[in-house]
């Protein structure tokens, strides 16, 4: 069985850095996707990083691109999202999902209905 669990959230100043892990246990294949997606209140869970497992290759959103960054980990045991410059629209409950045999193999979909597992979620608010 497949399980994420997320860690690292908190609270913290505008302009601040944070670094989030998911911890993964149970993936027993080789081609996927790692993807962190965030769920502002009132808003949809969006897409806003992923990577590719079998290559490395990560992909972000314009909105944070300079800004957030993945660190080299094993895929199969822990990815962490790093999230530098921090502003207080990045407020939002964060989630690492799997999107396993990417169709047409776009690991950077950023479609949550391509994600077959997904952590429960952790809470990360910017604020001063």
């Known amino acids: 069985e497949v399980q994420l669990v997320e860690s690292g959230g908190g609270v913290v100043q505008p302009g601040g850095s944070l670094r989030l892990s998911c911890a993964i246990s149970?993936?027993?294949?080789?081609?996927?996707?790692i993807g962190w997606f965030r769920q502002r209140p009132g808003k949809e869970r969006n897409g806003i990083a992923s990577?590719?497992?079998?290559?490395?290759?990560?992909y972000f959103v314009d909105s944070v691109r300079d800004r957030f960054s993945i660190p080299t980990s094993d895929p199969k045991k822990m990815v962490y999202l790093q999230m530098d410059y921090l502003i207080p629209e990045d407020t939002a409950v964060y989630y690492c999902g799997i999107n396993r045999d990417p169709l047409w193999g776009d690991y950077a979909s950023f479609d949550r209905n391509d994600y077959d597992y997904w952590g429960q979620g952790i809470q990360v608010t910017v604020s001063s």
């Open positions: 149970g993936v027993t294949f080789d081609d996927y996707a």
């Open positions: 990577m590719s497992a079998p290559d490395g290759r990560r």
